[in-house]
Each structure stands twice: as C-alpha cells, then as structure tokens.
C-alpha cells in the first residue's frame, strides 16, 4: 500500500461530498444550520437532522443499531459539566452529519498528539446517527439543582420478578445512539465518553443489533428474539394527537426546561432463550396472544386487525387468553396507557454457563413513567406467564429535554434554570 | 513492566549520548556552597522538617540535609505544580546528604521532607529572589525540562541501587519477613523511571519479567517478580541467591546505561502517558504483584514518576496551553488522594482487600487524569 502523499485528507464518506451540505459543513454552526430543517426538503438522505423542535431518536423510524450508554458525573462543578456539555454537543452536531468529531481529527492533526477523533468511523456516512440526551435523578441532586428535578424521576417500585444488578441501572446521564452501522453508533458513544473523561465515567452501556419495534407506519414490524412480532400497536410518528397525548410531556407536567420532551424508561431483559424454544408453537401464541407467523392477534386474519379480546371459542373461553401478554399490556386493559417502544435486541456473549446471554433491551418514551410505564409492567409482572421466560436485569429512568435550537447545547435548559 | 511493549521501544527512543550533565542530587557532603551564606540546613526527623532559612536568590541554591529522625527520609525542592527542581531519595537515619539545585527564577517554591518516604511530606513555603541572567525561549524551557527529568532519573537510580542490595542481602540471609518488607519499597525506584528501563530492551525482561512470559529456550524467569514468587508462594529455593545476585547485577547495569541516556521532550511526555497506561492495564488489575498484592505500591510510583515528567514540562506546557496544568493539577491530586485513602502505616492495602468498587474508582481518576497526560506531547510539540 502506497502512503499517502501530499495534503491528501481523509474524511467520513459523505461528509464533503454531500450536495449542499458539503458546502456548509466547513464550519459547524453553519453545519447545523444547514440541517435543522426538521426533516424536510433538502436533508440529504442517511443524515437525520441533530437539531430541531424534538429531539431525534424518539420518533425518527427507529435505525436497525444502538449502543446507548449511561454515565455518571464524577464532578459537582456546573461550569465543569457546563463545559462538557458544550463539547459533546458540538461533537454530536458533527458526527450526526458523518463528520469526524473535530475537523482532521483523525489523522490529520499533530501526529505526535492522540487523534482527537478515534477514527473507527472514516470512510462511514452518518447512517441515520442520531444521539439522543437524558438526564438521571441524581443529576440534578449533585448539582444542587433540586428544584429543577422532574416528577417523573421518581424511584421506579420494585417489580415481582426483578433481578436488578445495580451495576446495570441508573445513571446521571444517558446517550442514545442509534445509527443504520453498529460502528458508527460505537463511534459516537466512544467518543463522547472519551471527551467524559474527568467530569463523566461510564455507570453502564448496552449494544443492541436490531430494532424490535416501529416507530413508523412506514416501516416493517421487526421480531424480537421469541421471534414474535414486537409493538404491533406501537404510538407511531405519523400519530402526532397519539403522541402529544401519550409521549411529550406537557406545560404543567414538569418543570418548563422538560415541556415537550420525554421521559426513557431503559430496562435490560434477559431473556432465557433456551428454555423458550423447547416451548410449543401452540403454547407460545397463547403466551403472548398472536400467531408467531404474521402476527396476528388470535382470532384475526392480519397482524394489523384490532385483537378482539372479548372474542370466545368454541370451549366458551377467551381466544385471547386473561394473562395473554398482548391483553395485560394492552390500552384497553390499562385505561387507555399507551407509550412509545423503541426496544433493541441484544446478545451479550454468553452467560459462563452454557446460555446466551440474550434478550431485549427495552426502550420506551412517555409523557409519565409512573403512571404508564409502571402500571403496564406491575400489570405483565404479576400475571404474564412471559415473566416464566425473562427477568429484568436493569433499570433506569431518564429525562429527556426537548429538540436543540441553533446554538443551544445539551442540557442547557435544565442546567441554566 | 509492559506486556505488551518493552521490546518494542528498544533502545532508539533515547539516544545514549553526552553523559548526564549539571549538578546532581547527592553531591558529597563538603560540595558546592550555596550562593549566598553556605548551604541551608535542614533537619529532618519523622515528624518535623525545619529548613534554616526560608528565602534564598536565585541560582545554585545548595540544602544540607540531616536525617535526626528513625525513618529513612527524602527531601525535595518543588516549583508550581509540584515540578521537582531537586530532590536527595534515600537519606538514612543519621544521615547527612547534600543538594544543590538550581533555581534560575524568582517566585514561590515549595520544600518537602518524606520520613518513611510515603505522601506528599511535610511541606513549607521556600521563597527564591531575584532572577539568575539567562535569556529563556521555548528551546531553553525544553532543554531545562530534559535536564530536569534526568536528574529525577538520576536520583531514583541512587536510590534503586542501595534499596535493591538491602533486598537481595535479605534474601540472600534467608530473611523472608525483611525481604518481603523491602520488596516493594525497592520496588517504588524502578516503578517511578519504568519507561526509561523499557527503553533498554533487553533489561527490562531480566528485571521486571513475569513467569508466563515467552522466552528464547534456555533463559530463566529471573528479577523481581522471580523472587516475590519465592518469597510469598513457593519458599526461597536453591537458585534463589543466584537470582538475587543476578537482580543485582542488572540493576548495576541500568545504573550504568541511564547515567548515558538523553531524552527529548516528547519522550518525557510519552513516558508520563506510559505510566499511567502501566497503571491501568498492570496495576489496577492486579497482574504486577500477583504474588506479593503489593500493587498499589507500584501504582503510587508510576504516578509519582508520570507526574515527574509532566512537571519538568511544566514550563513549557504553561507557555502553549495555559489551561492544561491547572487540569494536570487537579486530576493528578484526585488520584494521590484516592490512593491516601487506601494507606495503612507506611504502606497500603493489599491488592486482595480491594473490592470491584474500589478498582472502579481508581479506574475512574485514571482515566480522567490519562486524557489530559496525552495531550502533553502535543502541547509540547506544538
């Protein structure tokens, strides 16, 4: 291989090729000018605008990858945390456009210094990177911004079945990052741990290879790794009363830097994939109430017909059976609680033991995690007979502030309250 | 040790050249007078460090030394940022060592002495007046700060020397409580200047090898690490005074070669991140001292000897990035003091006493101190 010579640059692909963006893309205001079109027009295809009235990551179709990450402050200085949160937004605005984090960062800066950017990501586009911010309870309690903390951070109760490893729950921070390539979504968050160093260290993170739900009526409804359909019934993007009615939270809600943001709600479920599969066909549609093929609900014809849970059989009992893990998470069960999957299957290695250790990662976002996320799941706990099969591993809850205006930086709102 | 690079920085990263040159740390007592009045006296017992005058001009400022107390003592002359303008290691019980330094600028200093050789030491201002005639550019600072490392290096090898032969002596009287006391004592020399002994390839295997290393057929687990097996696992064996001799003889050996070895700024700065990576992947894991336990003692001394090369950059860090010290300062305190808090006596805890929650705090400062300790040998280039 001939090295290279000259001033040749390597940049990510797409980056100063992009029609339109390339031109603005020189400097990185200019950058996130030129995308925050909320997605319309002239956004070129494989970059999801950073900025905008919502954050993306939450009804952006979901992307195929995620390494989504949960940090902890190491610092209770403000203008500390004030700083970092200006670097990584000003990282973030690049990397979603497929740029390195610092222009040349790569390669082309002293060579006698470390990369500023690690580099995994050259020649990659942005691949629909999109970096989703929240904040922990505990944030704002080491920054003495008490009054700034939502209601919605409350301790989530203790679940029947929970197994929760500390290690793998909680946390001031949480970046999601999902992207169409597992390696830019990597780079993303490396990166931006990186730059944490000193004022964040990594509580935990998790990979996960695909999606298990839609948040699009244009997209497929991808499988989990029962291998049954996963959020059928998901609130999708192209729903906007569903979703100002079930995921953004309102005036009155939370403290004013929240409104029109969401909560996350993050829980690791293991699930014992081996014990599954010894599990009848039969028994299996039973235990979550539609056909493993299309995905149906019982006693329907497609996976898109409203399960009719009143439906009997011949034998005079319920088609869909009273612990149906479709019926106990359903709005009609739950009076009317609906919220926004965003879920990614995972495979972590083995367990040591002979066993993958597999399961879903479930993300979701809602307007109140305690008054929908935790009927929901106090509800499927108690009763699904699913529970048989998996156990909650982790757990964290986050807030997530509305979309970033040009020149705003992650977290100012909460912080500068 | 490295695992995985002490071979490969061979002997090309430091250029033995022109002998080590400048006033060293231990001059033989009756040396060079101060430049005003004579030496300074200090007494040092374990609890107190009066040093006789406070204020002294800029130049060759010389400190007489005398240790009234029972611990083995060291004394140091600090500028900002705990940059070590000169330091005697090693000065025992009644005892009197000398150090000349030199101070060519006015300001605040700082002297230390350190009875049983452990934490920051007890500490008092020292005042330097006036300005010794010299013109300072980037170059000046750099070549300064070169210099300044090498005594470092010089002063732990004096030390390494002597703490060694108290330990192969040990060994070699079947003494196994005395030898496993002084194990890592002598230990925290060669820790301290460990990259600049990787830079001799071939000595750093002999000195500091580990049992599961690869090597040629024919050439034994030798050093250290051989004798702590002996020492804690498997009882002194009938080859181990011949290792202990042969430890010795290559300790001499890299006495010899260091006193040769000159070294560039960015080496300085490299060697710092080395350290810190030693650190990391050897000593928070346990794998050093596997023996022994004794890691954290080595932990310690990689830091102390990564902030010694950072500090003798100082100057030239300051001039270019006037922001990355004060970062420096702050992170490198964060992990002195976590460390404190694992001390007991003159020593510290056990590897083995350690839970998964404390790794993970150190693990913590070391990171956020590793990112900024890289980026010195950009600044210092640039």
New interface residues.
């Given amino acids: 291989m001939t090295p290279p010579t000259g001033p040749t640059r390597l940049t990510r692909r797409g980056f100063l090729g992009t029609a339109g963006a390339g031109v603005a893309l020189a400097g990185v205001g200019a950058a996130a000018a030129a995308c925050s079109t909320d997605g319309t027009g002239d956004t070129p295809v494989g970059i999801v605008p950073f900025r905008g009235e919502k954050q993306a990551g939450i009804v952006t179709p979901a992307q195929d990858r995620l390494h989504f990450v949960a940090l902890d402050l190491?610092t209770t200085d403000r203008a500390q945390v004030k700083g970092l949160l200006q670097k990584w937004t000003a990282a973030a605005d690049r990397m979603t456009v497929g740029a390195e984090t610092a222009p040349g960062g790569a390669v082309n800066?002293?060579p006698?210094?470390?990369p500023a950017d690690t580099g995994e990501a050259l020649g990659l586009p942005a691949a629909s990177l999109t970096l989703t911010f929240g904040l922990g309870p505990s944030f704002f309690d080491k920054l003495g911004l008490g009054a700034q903390r939502p209601p919605g951070l409350a301790e989530l109760p203790a679940f029947t079945g929970d197994q929760i490893d500390p290690a793998l729950s909680g946390g001031d921070i949480c970046i999601q990052a999902c992207a169409d390539d597992p390696q830019v979504a990597v780079h993303a968050v490396r990166n931006l741990v990186?730059m944490g160093?000193?004022?964040t260290?990594v509580r935990w993170s998790q990979l996960g290879f695909g999606r298990t739900s839609s948040t699009s009526t244009a997209q497929a409804t991808p499988r989990n790794l029962f291998g049954f359909k996963d959020g059928t019934n998901n609130v999708k993007a192209e729903d906007p009363a569903g979703l100002d009615e079930h995921v953004w939270v309102r005036p009155g809600d939370a403290p004013a830097w929240l409104v029109g943001g969401s909560y996350l709600v993050a829980r690791r479920i293991r699930m014992h994939i081996e014990i599954w599969d010894r599990t009848s066909l039969a028994e299996q549609e039973l235990i979550v109430g539609r056909s493993k093929g299309i995905g149906a609900p019982i006693g329907g014809e497609a996976e898109f017909d409203l399960a009719d849970f009143a439906a009997k059989g011949a034998d005079g009992e319920p088609l869909i059976g009273p612990v149906a893990h479709i019926r106990l998470a359903s709005a009609q069960a739950l009076g009317g609680v609906k919220i926004l999957r965003r879920g990614y299957n995972f495979v972590d290695g083995s367990d040591g033991q002979g066993h993958l250790n597999a399961g879903l990662f479930f993300i979701a976002f809602m307007r109140d995690p305690h008054t929908q996320f935790v009927p929901m799941q106090r509800a499927l706990a108690n009763a699904d007979t699913m529970m048989e099969y998996i156990e909650h591993t982790g757990s964290a809850v986050f807030a997530c502030p509305p979309g970033l205006r040009d020149g705003q930086y992650w977290g100012q709102a909460a912080l500068e309250s | 040790m490295s695992r995985h690079s002490s071979a490969g920085i061979a002997a090309v990263a430091f250029l033995a050249t022109a002998a080590l040159a400048g006033c060293t740390s231990t001059a033989p007592s009756g040396g060079a007078p101060g430049a005003a009045g004579g030496p300074i006296a200090v007494k040092a017992n374990d609890s107190a460090c009066e040093v006789g005058t406070v204020e002294a001009p800029a130049g060759k400022i010389t400190f007489s030394v005398q240790n009234t107390g029972t611990k083995v003592t060291e004394f140091y002359l600090y500028a900002t940022g705990d940059r070590i303008m000169g330091e005697v290691e090693n000065i025992g019980p009644g005892l009197t060592r000398q150090l000349i330094v030199e101070v060519p600028d006015g300001g605040a200093y700082t002297t230390a002495c350190k009875p049983g050789m452990v934490g920051d030491g007890i500490r008092a201002p020292f005042t330097v007046t006036g300005t010794a005639a010299r013109s300072v550019d980037s170059n000046t600072k750099l070549a300064e700060a070169t210099a300044g490392y090498k005594r470092f290096v010089s002063s732990q090898v004096e030390a390494l020397v002597p703490k060694t032969q108290e330990f192969v002596d040990a060994v070699k009287k079947g003494d196994v409580a005395g030898a496993k006391a002084l194990f890592p004592i002598a230990r925290t020399y060669w820790e301290r200047i460990e990259p600049v002994a990787e830079s001799f390839g071939d000595i750093d295997p002999k000195i500091d090898g580990r049992e599961d290393d690869e090597r040629d057929p024919g050439v034994q687990f030798t050093g250290y690490h051989r004798l702590e097996k002996d020492l804690w696992v498997s009882g002194l064996q009938p080859d181990s005074n011949a290792i202990a001799d042969q430890l010795m003889v290559d300790i001499k050996d890299l006495a010899t070669r260091t006193a040769a070895v000159e070294l560039t700024p960015?080496q300085l700065a490299n060697g710092a991140k080395e350290l810190l990576d030693e650190v990391a992947t050897g000593k928070i894991t346990g794998e050093e001292d596997r023996y022994s336990h004794t890691d954290l003692w080595d932990f310690e001394a990689n830091v102390q000897g990564s902030q010694a090369a950072v500090a003798a950059l100082r100057p030239v860090i300051d001039e270019k990035d006037p922001a990355l010290g004060p970062?420096l300062d702050t992170?490198f305190k964060a992990v002195d003091d976590l460390l404190a808090s694992y001390r007991t006596g003159d020593g510290f805890k056990l590897y083995t006493e350690l839970t998964a929650a404390d790794t993970k705090k150190m693990?913590?400062v070391v990171?956020?101190?590793?990112?900024?300790v890289?980026?010195v040998?950009?600044?210092v280039?640039?």
Avoid at chain 2, 367 to 372: I, S, T
């Fill in positions: 190491t800066l002293n006698e210094a470390p990186r160093f000193g004022t260290s | 960015v970062t992170r693990t913590e990171d956020a101190l590793g990112e900024p890289s980026q040998a950009g600044v280039t640039s």
